[in-house]
């Protein structure tokens, strides 16, 4: 089993559809999580840390954690056509010598077309 | 500085030469983590560093990859007698503290002929 998987994509909604991306995890001790957005040929951008169970919004984007189903997903209201993009899910390793280790899915490619 | 600067930004290297790739982190960042990220593919982590220690190397694909951090501060990663499947972006990244947000570098473009 893969440390971090994300749903294969890739995804297209009309522009101001609410996008939805998710990502399982393996490590079940793990307390950090993160959604980066890549746009072609960039790096990876922050757009959402969550730590807690439950929901956290900022703006046009929520973030969802499940701990006890090793869960989190991405929400993105009204998405916009600059919303096309890689996301990609992150999982902080919490657990042995491993500690730390910031492990990345394979990314869900977004396309918003008008 | 004001980011995470990687250089060089592109490198061109023939099969078999040595390569070094450098990352400087952000001032007082003690997390730093290296990935590799071939064309269309997700980021594949190598190794990172807390402070000066490596407290995980298992993402080194082979004993010809190395990297070492020193001061804190600037990281190298060292490729030996490089391979055509090593041509990828490597990318940096450092963070305040680990578990905190990545500021990532620009990455070098290496291409192996």
């Known amino acids: 089993q893969k440390e971090v998987e994300q749903n294969s994509g890739p995804l297209s909604v009309p522009e101001g559809a609410i996008a939805s991306l998710n990502c399982t995890y393996s490590?079940?001790?793990?307390?950090?999580f993160f959604w980066y957005r890549q746009y072609s040929g960039k790096s990876p951008e922050l757009i959402m840390s969550i730590y807690s169970n439950g929901d956290k919004e900022d703006g046009r984007f929520t973030a969802q954690l499940n701990k006890a189903s090793q869960y989190v997903s991405l929400l993105i209201r009204d998405s916009q056509p600059s919303d096309s993009a890689t996301y990609l899910c992150a999982v902080i390793q919490a657990g042995g010598t491993s500690y730390g280790k910031l492990t990345f899915g394979q990314g869900t490619i977004l396309t918003v077309h008008p | 500085g004001a980011g995470v600067s990687q250089s060089p930004s592109n490198k061109v290297t023939e099969k078999g030469k040595d390569v070094e790739l450098r990352c400087d982190p952000i001032s007082g960042h003690t997390a730093l983590y290296w990935y590799r990220q071939r064309l269309g593919q997700g980021l594949e982590f190598l190794i990172y560093?807390?402070?000066?220690?490596?407290?995980?190397k298992s993402g080194l694909p082979s004993d010809r990859f190395s990297a070492e951090r020193t001061g804190e501060s600037v990281s190298t990663l060292t490729i030996q007698r490089t391979q055509q499947e090593d041509s990828a972006v490597y990318l940096c990244a450092s963070s305040l503290r680990t578990g905190e947000k990545l500021f990532f570098g620009s990455g070098t473009q290496l291409s192996v002929l």
């Open positions: 490590d079940r001790v793990s307390q950090s």
């Open positions: 560093f807390q402070g000066n220690s490596a407290p995980d």
